[in-house]
């Protein structure tokens, strides 16, 4: 072959290689349209196909054709409420949770796609406020609130939400002053293989419950993440495995603000260190990317998306375009945000 062929031949590819990195790296969401004007706040995706999405005025959002189209559903005397949680297993079962004081906090069940929905649990307590919950399998989960009395309320299901039982407030270490939960995007909780089960506070303090046992006793640590006021703190956590885990926040009032707002783990949520904060400032939303042997980080917030192939030690930038809530599952991403804003991004890391 002619030597000026070959270098062109390998010019051209060269040049492939980086424009395709190129557009990787700077890649965008792909918005969807979701039909609906209201604030979505979490998302729950089952696969490349299925996904789950809920919000504000009782909505509930879903679709079975990858995002082509998402089909609003309607939860019986749940307009005024404002579902901050999502959690689903495939197109026919998934649970709502809604957060407020006293019976605004709820729980409902769909088994059959949506068409009917069960109110499980309804909260009586009116000093409790639930945040989130997450679930192992279709039958065992759990959901928390705020502090009550100087702890938090934690309940468990064992039999698919037919019964919510309170965990004992003894097996429960006390809570610092003004130390809560932020019903932000539905992962301020995440659990992990058979047993395990994190949640992820802040206010006053900025710390991390954990749990082995299936959320029936718990620990808790500090964390290094900007805590101290009312809008402080962590807002979201995930883990790979049992050992390794990521949380992220900062202070929601101060968006921009690129401080000690993310954390890893490797000793399973026994002790935090900072990552590199993320540049974008505030992030209310983070899951782990798994494509074959490579893993990543990805987090969302109001004012844009970052993600990280080297565990929090530097950060890339996915645009600015905001979103409170994002899910994954096989090589798609969901993320949710304000103005019935859904989008989707197919990785090939």
């Not at 424009?19 to 979505?40: I, M, N, T």
């Not at 994190?198 to 006053?204: F, K, L, P, S, V």
């Not at 540049?279 to 494509?291: I, T």
Request: charged share 20%.
């Amino acid at each position: 072959m002619n030597i000026h062929l070959k270098r062109c031949i390998s010019i051209s590819l060269l040049l492939l290689f980086v424009g395709s990195f190129c557009q990787h790296a700077v890649a965008q969401w792909v918005e969807q349209s979701s039909g609906v004007k209201v604030r979505l706040r979490a998302v729950s995706a089952v696969s490349d196909k299925v996904a789950w999405a809920s919000g504000a005025n009782g909505t509930c959002l879903k679709t079975t054709d990858g995002g082509a189209t998402w089909q609003l559903m309607k939860v019986p005397g749940a307009d005024s409420l404002d579902f901050r949680d999502v959690d689903a297993f495939d197109a026919n079962t998934a649970y709502l949770l809604s957060i407020g004081e006293g019976e605004k906090s709820r729980i409902y069940k769909t088994t059959d796609g949506g068409s009917t929905w069960q109110l499980q649990f309804t909260n009586r307590n009116p000093k409790a406020f639930f945040d989130a919950m997450a679930f192992w399998d279709a039958k065992r989960g759990v959901a928390f609130s705020d502090p009550v009395d100087g702890r938090l309320v934690i309940i468990r299901t064992e039999d698919g939400g037919k019964t919510w039982t309170e965990v004992p407030a003894a097996g429960i270490p006390a809570a610092m002053p003004n130390e809560g939960g932020f019903a932000a995007s539905g992962t301020c909780i995440t659990v992990q293989g058979r047993n395990n089960v994190w949640i992820a506070t802040g206010g006053g303090v900025a710390r991390v419950y954990r749990s082995t046992d299936g959320g029936k006793t718990w620990q808790v640590a500090a964390t290094p993440i900007i805590s101290g006021g009312q809008a402080t703190g962590n807002f979201s956590i995930a883990f790979k495995d049992a050992k390794n885990g990521v949380i992220v926040g900062g202070d929601y009032t101060k968006e921009a603000e690129a401080r000690d707002n993310a954390a890893v783990t490797s000793d399973g949520g026994r002790t935090w260190t900072l990552t590199k904060s993320l540049p974008g400032g505030f992030r209310s939303g983070v899951v782990y990317l798994r494509n074959g042997k490579t893993t990543a980080i990805l987090v969302v917030g109001p004012k844009g998306t970052d993600y990280s192939l080297n565990n929090g030690a530097s950060w890339t930038s996915l645009g600015a375009v905001g979103y409170h809530a994002v899910g994954f599952a096989g090589a798609t991403a969901w993320a949710v945000g304000e103005g019935g804003r859904i989008g989707k991004h197919v990785w090939t890391l």
